[in-house]
């Protein structure tokens, strides 16, 4: 019953082509995330112009003889195909014809056969045809999908309505495309309500708890480390004592185990003896350091039960003099130091803290030295945390209403408060209030007290569309936001919150669409600390700092914390490079970095930094300097234990060039090496260009790559390289008595490539190569900064507004702080 | 039967879940108890197979034909397994993309105006007709890698508006769901029901009054809200349904934290058999992972420059080493079918039909994608044979709906399917 037709295979074929291959570009090998990325590539990309003469010759002839006025094997003509894709037929048509000849069907096995240059050249250009065809014909006319907020805009939203700092382990990562803002990326599924709703029900509990729990009476507790280490001490010496006495006394093996069950037999007793001088060092001087002076040497750490949202005092008495602050800290965060005059014989040091909300427990730690004794540690607490300003939570709900009889007004009034916040003041009716009413009188139905009661209700609000979801009025036209509107969209691009008290005023002032008055908001914004998140999401979801995270490090470098710094190396760079508003140059070449002690030594650099980032002047020598050299980048550049030019190739076309590689077409015929040649990375990518289905995409990746072979696979400076280093062999478990390796043959690091028509020798030459091309760069950030902040894909429909904006920019030389500034007051901004 | 080309490309123009919807209902209706319950699984493993040692090219019985090289490993179940060659999922187009579309069949690329659309899997319409009588419809157990060779999505399951539904990832949150025994009474929940019906009450109130001031396409957004929440609502109606009826006790132990990548997929494998076993679910779908098994295999390779083994003379012999390693795990699977029973005292591999497979062949290919079968809860269904299909590329949704109608779901049509395969039944 299946099909039974003379000329299936062919149709078969077309219909297998029609359906296959239409990709949105993506992704560099390998990394693949819930939506392949989506080009923003123009047609005006590097690719050029088409040259629609050269295309045309190719399929006059080699394909018209067959498929043409004359003859149309397979009812499939190709003398009239129009260049100009401008439907989806036409998509698939290309399509149809791009496949059969990735697949090397046709031409037919016993016609001439295209020259490899030739099928190179028709096929990368037909690829990059549909690519920016598909874009052309997914485009929505700068549709903006309503989207729920993200796990960011999530924490900052609640913490603005709790006032406290919540764990980012609330809620789960989120999974995303190119940028978790976009909405029509976004499936909301029943997983992620019960995300939301866990972690609301969690933070609302537990405010409520601190609210409604009476302050206990203030008591203090001493914990006397000293006592268990200074007992063992003398245990330890006290039985050292007996010990000799017994040997000495030339008493029965039996009985010296009975005191010692380490003394193993006769003559490690002899032993003994002769050992007992040196064995007994240690267990007398501990001994005799804690002998009626009470103490304990060194670090310890002591956990009590306590109460969240309280502030307590700690006072730590020591009884030798320190050399220095001695830190102390409180459930892993530092709260100050033991310090005092040194020759005092016994001096104690006073220390107060606050306990979070989440704080059920406070675990304190002394990071003391050997030669510093302690003698006790007294807690005192629960007092009123007088740092604590009532947050608007406790304003909303006091301790008072929650203790009374509160009737239904008065709760629908508090209710009402709450919720007016939480759905960022674009109202709430009466009805919804009334609702949530009836489920908190069905709590206290249900016997629980009103605290209690509240949960679910508050639960529901933190739960509901109006605050997981940004509301953007619309009729399905575009429009310019209302100027509240406007002031959320704002506050949730520079901040990830909603907006402040002063933001929401002036835009119910409709004050804020006015240039000084936006100005100066963006500035007070964009400068306080709560732009960091801000400026660190963006960044790192534009260099796609997850497929960092999705190496496989050396152990080595993962223990020794190597790993977070490296990560956190570009968004340190960037939060300077934006507030200092430094020219986008600096991301392909900078004479600084912005690095921690452990990268300034994973650089060679001679730094001697305190804790955290600094920006740090490089010398002349060094090759470091822009983003390209950061450790993490050229690691994501690497596919095993070697350095990978095609995915170095692709984050370069994809970040710095605007020009995302299509993604690998299926069914091409895979490249191999041939048995026994040890070649280097270079050598192997470049068979690549053997084969015209690989070459037509690999000829604008790898060459582009090759800039970067000064650099190994952990992005440290090499000029040798080894060959036939591989990946399968270094990382697979050593087998038991492997063979010694033979003497590594090593060759000089050739690392000259082109970009298209522009080649280059060395490093430097790829980075001004990038350079000469920084006008992509530009376009990249600022369609990649939008695309962020407004929550949908860069249509064509964008173009003529980001070009005149562009060359605004650039005649200031691209400063990226008035790049971000540019890109919030434009008009697409305020647009739904 | 033969079929129209024009009709056909009309149809794939039309995008393929239009067609496969309306069907839904009446597949509900036809639903009735049935005494031998039949069970489907599904297992889906990304990135391909090392071309010339693993594929059979010979058609036969497996017990004329012999099993290759990567195959060896499920010689004891050569009568068993059925493997289809010939197949192409034409809805797949990406070479990384094992798993997208393989029980979908959408061309998740190239639906026109939208960027990405994936439509209903073979799992959920299997479960509408054989998955009503038990505590969960489906079980849609996942992995979290993102470098094995499945693409976009969170499992191998999407719901009837193509969204991706999202999987119980490890062996602790599966056991949980399936023996976890829940701490709250009847009464409680039934408070908790009116609780939620309460709150939905509330936001659909609130939401028809903002409703008005929404587009179109931003109201279909927040449809998907809706949904969600009201299957918060069917899931505790459910809940009240089997309350009477205890979770069933565990044949397993409880796993622990910190395992392997391969003990992992073989505790999921047990907890599996044991969901079936416990009549928990009839309909499991399992996206496999790779990367996790090779790590706890010894084997630190990223899957995708293993699926390049051309490249290394020793990335080839890693690439067959996985092969076997995973088809050791698909016989063990086997074994502890064939070795439990039912509640009703049917054997279990006897009520089932487990399905393997990718879109992926091997590298970059995804012409001639791996299909294995096996079980006996088709009797029509044949059984240790190598099946070389007539045509090439002949659509993997043929393959679906045959295997769908051979277990009772009376469907006619599936995704970009053209006809079922003949060849696959005696």
């Known amino acids: 019953m299946f099909l039974r037709l003379r000329n299936w295979r062919l149709k078969m074929s077309n219909y297998v082509m029609r359906l296959t291959s239409l990709n949105i570009p993506a992704v560099a090998v390998g990394v693949l995330t819930l939506f392949a990325r989506p080009a923003i590539a123009a047609p005006d990309s590097t690719a050029g112009p088409l040259d629609t003469a050269a295309l045309s010759s190719f399929l006059e002839t080699h394909c018209v003889k067959c498929h043409g006025e004359d003859k149309q094997k397979g009812d499939i003509r190709l003398d009239q195909l129009d260049f100009q894709i401008k439907e989806h037929s036409a998509v698939t048509e290309w399509q149809d014809i791009l496949d059969v000849l990735n697949t090397n069907e046709m031409p037919p096995e016993d016609e001439t056969q295209p020259p490899t240059e030739e099928l190179t050249f028709f096929i990368g250009a037909i690829t990059d045809n549909i690519t920016s065809a598909h874009k052309r014909l997914a485009a929505t006319g700068g549709k903006i999908s309503m989207r729920h907020l993200t796990k960011r805009e999530y924490l900052g939203s609640m913490e603005d309505l709790f006032g406290i700092e919540l764990p980012r382990t609330l809620l789960p990562d989120d999974v995303s495309g190119e940028f978790d803002t976009i909405g029509a990326d976004q499936f909301f599924s029943l997983k992620q309500y019960e995300n939301f709703y866990k972690a609301g029900k969690e933070v609302i509990g537990k405010n409520l708890l601190a609210i409604a729990s009476p302050l206990p009476k203030p008591t203090t507790l001493r914990h006397d480390p000293e006592i268990v280490p200074a007992e063992a001490a003398k245990a330890a010496y006290e039985k050292m004592i007996k010990v000799k006495a017994l040997i000495e006394a030339g008493a029965p093996f039996s009985e010296i185990v009975k005191v010692d069950p380490k003394v193993a037999d006769e003559g490690q007793a ?14 007398i001087a501990n001994y005799e350091k804690t002998k009626g002076k009470k103490g304990v040497s060194g670090s310890f750490r002591y956990t009590v039960e306590s109460r969240p949202r309280s502030s307590y005092e700690l006072k730590i008495v020591a009884l030798e003099a320190l050399e220095g602050d001695v830190e102390v800290s409180v459930n892993g965060k530092s709260v100050g130091a033991v310090n005092f005059e040194p020759g005092q014989s016994k001096t104690s040091t006073e220390l107060t803290f606050s306990t979070s909300i989440f704080d059920s427990e406070i675990t304190i730690e002394v990071e003391g030295r050997k030669n510093e004794v302690y003698d006790s540690v007294a807690l005192s607490g629960p007092f009123e945390d007088k740092q604590n300003k009532p947050t608007f939570f406790e304003k909303v709900v006091s301790r008072e209403a929650l203790n009374s009889d509160a009737s239904d007004d008065e709760i629908a009034a508090m209710l009402k408060r709450f919720t007016e916040r939480a759905f960022r003041y674009q109202g709430v009716s009466d009805e919804y209030i009334a ?9 206290i139905a249900a016997g629980k007290d009103a605290a209690a009661s509240l949960v679910e209700p508050l639960t529901a609000v933190v739960t509901a569309p109006a605050f997981l979801y940004l509301k953007e009025k619309n009729d ?26 002063e933001l929401y005023d002036l835009a119910a002032s409709n004050g804020l669409y006015d240039d000084d008055a936006v100005r ?55 939060k300077v490079l934006v507030r200092e508003n430094h020219s986008l140059n600096h991301l392909i070449d900078s004479d600084f970095v912005v690095v921690d002690e452990k990268l300034a030594q994973y650089y060679g650099l001679k730094t001697d930094l305190a804790e955290g980032f600094e920006k740090v002047t490089l010398p002349e020598s060094s090759p470091r300097g822009g983003m390209l050299t950061q450790a993490a980048f050229l690691i994501t550049g690497s596919s095993g234990a070697r350095t990978s030019p095609t995915i170095r190739g692709t984050l370069i076309r994809e970040k710095f060039l605007n020009d995302a590689p299509p993604p690998p077409p299926p069914n091409v015929p895979a490249v191999e090496n041939p048995k026994g040649q040890k070649l280097t990375v270079k050598q192997l990518v470049d068979r690549h260009q053997n ?31 080894v060959l036939g280093g591989d990946d399968s062999d270094k990382k697979t478990k050593k087998k038991k008595g492997a063979k010694a390796k033979p003497a590594l043959e090593k060759v000089a690091v050739d690392a000259s490539g082109y970009l298209k028509d522009q080649p280059f020798e060395d490093f430097e030459g790829l980075q001004q190569v990038l350079l000469k091309n920084r006008d992509r760069l530009a376009l990249s950030l600022y369609e990649s900064l939008l695309s962020y902040g407004i929550g949908r894909d860069i249509e064509f429909v964008d173009d003529a507004e980001i070009q005149k904006k562009l060359s605004d920019l650039k005649s200031q030389d691209y400063p990226l702080k008035e790049m971000i500034f540019t890109v919030m007051t434009s008009r697409t901004f305020a647009t739904k | 039967m033969s079929i129209d080309i024009q009709n056909r490309r009309a149809f794939l123009k039309a995008g393929s879940t239009i067609l496969a919807l309306p069907l839904l209902d009446s597949i509900c209706e036809a639903q009735a108890a049935a005494p031998n319950p039949k069970r489907a699984l599904f297992i889906g493993f990304g990135f391909g197979c090392t071309e010339d040692t693993f594929f059979p090219t010979e058609a036969g019985r497996f017990s004329d034909i012999g099993m290759t090289q990567g195959m060896a490993p499920l010689k004891r179940h050569q009568n068993d397994i059925t493997m289809v060659s010939n197949l192409t999922n034409h809805g797949a187009s990406h070479p990384h993309s094992g798993s997208t579309s393989y029980l979908t069949g959408a061309n998740v690329y190239n639906t026109p105006g939208k960027k990405f659309h994936n439509s209903v899997s073979v799992d959920q319409l299997v479960a509408r007709k054989i998955g009503q009588d038990t505590r969960y419809p489906t079980l849609t157990l996942s992995d979290s890698a993102t470098q094995d060779g499945h693409g976009a999505g969170l499992s191998l399951a999407w719901s009837d508006k193509g969204h991706p539904i999202p999987g119980i990832t490890t062996p602790i949150d599966l056991y949980a769901q399936l023996f976890g025994q829940a701490k709250e009474s009847s009464q409680e929940r039934e408070f908790r029901l009116a609780q939620k019906r309460s709150i939905l009450d509330g936001v659909t109130s ?45 044949p397993l132990r409880e796993p622990g934290e910190g395992m392997d990548g391969l003990r992992a997929v073989k505790t999921m494998h047990s907890l599996i058999v044991a969901a079936f076993q416990t009549d928990s679910t009839r309909v499991i779908t399992f996206r496999q992972p790779i990367g996790s098994v090779l790590l706890g295999h010894g084997l630190n390779l990223n899957p995708h420059s293993l699926s390049h083994y051309g490249l290394d003379p020793k990335r080839r012999e890693v690439s067959q080493v996985k092969d076997r390693l995973f088809m050791e795990l698909l016989a063990s699977l086997i074994d502890q079918f064939k070795s439990k029973q039912d509640l009703n005292g049917q054997n279990l591999f006897e009520s089932s039909l487990i399905s393997y497979g990718s879109n992926l062949r091997s590298g970059h290919g995804i012409r001639g994608c791996p299909a294995i ?32 109608q051979q277990i009772g779901v009376p469907l006619e049509q599936f995704s970009h399917s053209t006809g079922t395969l003949d060849e696959m039944v005696s």
Request: with cysteine; aromatic share 12%.
């Open chain 1, 435 to 443: 609702e949530l009413v009836k489920v908190y009188r069905l709590e």
């Open chain 2, 373 to 404: 079968y096996t079980g006996g809860a088709a009797e029509k269904l044949k059984r240790g044979e190598h099946i070389v299909l007539p045509e090439q590329d002949t659509p993997l949704a043929n393959y679906w709906l045959t295997l769908m």
């Open chain 2, 206 to 250: 609130d939401f028809k009054s903002t409703k008005r001031k929404l587009s179109k396409n931003d109201q279909d957004k927040l449809e998907d809200y809706f949904q969600s929440v009201r299957q918060i609502e069917q899931n505790i109606s459910r809940e009240v349904e089997w309350a009477e009826t205890p979770k069933p006790k565990s």
């Open chain 1, 520 to 574: 100066s908001q963006f500035e007070r914004m964009l400068g306080s600390n709560k732009a960091d998140v801000f400026l660190t999401d963006f960044i790192n979801q534009w260099a796609d700092i997850n497929r960092f995270d999705e190496i496989d490090l050396p152990v080595k470098l993962i223990r020794n914390g190597f790993e977070t710094s490296a990560r956190q190396e570009i968004s340190e760079f960037f």
């Open chain 1, 476 to 501: 399905g036209t575009r429009r310019i936001l209302s100027q509240q509107e406007f002031a959320i969209r704002m506050a949730y691009f520079l901040w990830g919150t909603p907006p402040d008290r």
């Open chain 1, 270 to 283: 002899k032993l003994f003896i002769a050992r007992y001088d040196k064995r007994s060092v240690k267990p």
């Open chain 1, 691 to 721: 084969v015209a289905q690989c070459a037509s995409c690999h000829d604008k990746i790898d060459p582009i790559g090759y800039g970067l072979e000064n650099f190994d696979y952990l992005g440290n400076w090499r000029t040798e390289e």
